[in-house]
């Protein structure tokens, strides 16, 4: 479903990613974990080409792209990936002229050219999966933050992805409102939705992943199932970082 090979990425010189491989299985559910500045926002960016990376290879699905400095993919492939992936930010960047129901529908209009009438069904029944099916009228400030959040993993679902990349989705929320979104996506991992998810919820690591991968200065450390990486790794790196930074 996934598979990356030899992601390089450099800012101002600075080498973010230093020859990332990675397969993500259909219907796998994969969380990123590892300490700030270890690149794992840089390469959930670089899945969907909001990043374009330096060199190496990114593949979804029938979606392959080839990069390297002589070699930039045309923008029609990277809008062919894109509409392979959805992706919820920390931030929830809904667009606040709109109602819930409008903001789901806004995708499916502009990117799959769906009718209204189609786009405004699906998103009904988006907004039921989430659990805001009454709030369908209602504006985004009119909503608290977990709200917006599990909006915004409608929209993403909108489009029909054969992928959902997530940076950071419980990070801007109390303690009280992450637990709904955090629902929503253990709901999505156990109906067999692929999945990357970046997050610093150690919980959601040992409960609804079935690969967990450590990154630390760029590069992959170790990956493999959470009883391994929680349990059995060997890594002084890696147990250092769970004994810190864990919920």
């Known amino acids: 479903m996934i598979d990356v090979q030899n992601l390089h990425k450099s800012f101002d010189g600075n080498e973010v990613l230093k020859g990332i491989n990675l397969h993500v299985n259909k219907g796998e559910t994969a969380v990123i974990i590892g ?10 960016r670089c899945l969907n080409v909001l990043e374009v990376p330096d060199k190496g ?14 070699k930039i993919p045309q923008k029609s492939e990277i809008i062919e990936l894109r509409k392979r ?41 988006l907004l039921e999966k989430v659990g805001l099916s009454d709030k369908k009228n209602q504006y985004p400030h009119q909503l608290s933050g977990g709200q917006q959040q599990r909006v915004a993993i409608a929209r993403a679902m909108a489009i029909e ?4 990349l997530f940076d950071e989705p ?8 992450e637990i709904e979104v955090l629902k929503v996506m253990k709901e999505l991992a156990k ?57």
């Open 35 to 44: 300490p700030s500045g270890s690149g794992k926002t840089t390469l959930l």
């Open 57 to 70: 290879k990114v593949e979804i699905g029938h979606s392959k792209l080839d990069f390297d400095k002589s």
């Open 85 to 125: 992936t959805g992706m919820v930010f920390q931030g929830f960047f809904l667009f606040p002229h709109m109602t819930v129901l409008e903001n789901i529908m806004e995708g499916q209009i502009t990117v799959l050219k769906i009718n209204k009438i189609d786009a405004q069904n699906r998103a009904i029944k």
């Open 161 to 164: 992805p054969e992928v959902l």
């Open 170 to 177: 419980t990070s801007a929320l109390d303690p009280e409102l």
């Open 191 to 247: 109906e067999g939705m692929t999945m990357v998810v970046v997050t610093h919820k150690m919980s959601f690591a040992r409960e609804a992943s079935q690969k967990v991968i450590f990154m630390d200065h760029g590069i992959i450390v170790d990956s493999g199932t959470p009883k391994y990486i929680f349990e059995e790794t060997k890594n002084q790196r890696i147990k250092q970082f769970l004994t810190l930074f864990s919920d």
